[in-house]
């Protein structure tokens, strides 16, 4: 195989200061680990909190992946974390923007759990993730004023905050919640929602819950297809390989 044109760190490390400033980081799941492997798990890490819904710390990863990219970089996987943290710094702006607005409409209605849940959703997108949690919980305590697809989101996040604490148990029963409530958002309503079920595999993964985990699975696959790559990647610390699975359920890929 042709080896790619190096790229030199110095410009990574001018391209990175010039898009975002450095940011703190909190207590989260992963532990970074020296080069080349930090590289790695910064960027699939990055990815996983772009896909679920968390550009705060999404930013954050791809910050820490150019910081210990390595001088040989592929120039397409460059540009993705370059051209991701553009995304997120424009999306995360326009966030801060909206903040107050929000805040000042959960102030002036407090028991509207669909303005509270909008609030707090934007909190976790921020990635000030005690008080989106807290605002999670004060959302579910006027249920009468949501929606049931908002308040299968509500519990799904709730489980979500629990698991990025390393709080894997408690998270289990909000996923298992959410996965109950349909989707109303189409009429005749539709099926259930697969991110409960993939949070569920993650959880068991997570617990190393090896027989649950592969049932969970077969049981995604037959409802919605093929596991998204976090969850396949997780499974892998099971020695559970989704796909075979998914090809033995389904005879292709």
Known sequence: ????????????????????????????????????????EAWEEGHLAQYGGEPRWAQYYYQQALEAAPEDIDPETLADILEGLRYLEHSLAYDEKMLPFLRSAVAGDPCNSEKRFRYANLLWRLGRDEEAGREFEATILHPETLCPDCARDCCNNLGWYLYR????????????????????????????????????????????????????????ISRFGRLPWPERRALQKLNINADALFIEQCGRL
Request: glycine fraction near 4%.
């Open 1 to 40: 195989m042709e080896r790619r044109e190096a790229i030199p760190k110095e410009m990574a490390n001018l391209l990175t200061g010039a898009l975002a400033p450095a940011l703190t980081p909190c207590a989260r799941p992963i532990t970074m680990t020296s080069n080349p492997d930090r590289f790695r």
């Open 165 to 220: 604490k390393g709080e894997y148990a408690k998270a289990l029963p909000w996923f298992e919640r959410a996965a109950r409530t349909r989707n109303f958002s189409q009429f005749p309503p539709g099926p259930e929602s697969p991110v409960p079920f993939e949070n569920i595999i993650l959880v068991y993964a997570a617990l190393n819950m090896a027989t649950e985990a592969e049932e969970a699975t077969l049981h995604y």
